[in-house]
Nanobody, 123 residues
Framework: QVQLVESGGGLVQAGGSLRLSCAASVRTTSMGWFRQAPGKDREFVVAISWSGGSTYSTDSVKGRFTISSDNAKNMVYLEMNSLKPEDTAIYFC???????????????????WGKGTLVIVSS
């Protein structure tokens, strides 16, 4: 079992920045961030593979959100810039035994999940 703990959520004004962190108890093949806005389905945001650092993100966050990892600390970060009100959601850190970028984009999920951290972007 993989334990994931997110931190860094909060309230920010539109155009601002926020950094989310996720601590993993063990390292899997890939990790990522998903989000769920009020009344909407969960949405894939971005994923990263531990080996090689390959990343993949959904179009709506490209150029604004960046995922990175610290292999030594088993940490993954999500740097969010130019935030918009539509980015408001609960953000979930997740870990997968595989790296399946197109699967995530098509609505698939990962094997292990954190409890989530709330991000609110005010207009």
């Amino acid at each position: 079992q993989v334990q994931l703990v997110e931190s860094g959520g909060g309230l920010v004004q539109a155009g601002g920045s926020l950094r989310l962190s996720c601590a993993a108890s063990v390292r899997t093949t890939s990790m990522g961030w998903f989000r769920q806005a009020p009344g909407k389905d969960r949405e894939f945001v971005v994923a990263i593979s531990w080996s090689g650092g390959s990343t993949y993100s959904t179009d709506s966050v490209k150029g604004r959100f960046t995922i990175s990892s610290d292999n030594a600390k088993n940490m993954v970060y999500l740097e969010m810039n130019s935030l918009k009100p539509e980015d408001t959601a609960i953000y979930f850190c997740a870990a997968d035994r595989l790296y399946r970028a197109t699967y995530y984009l098509a609505g698939g999920g990962m094997d292990f999940w954190g409890k989530g951290t709330l991000v609110i972007v005010s207009s």
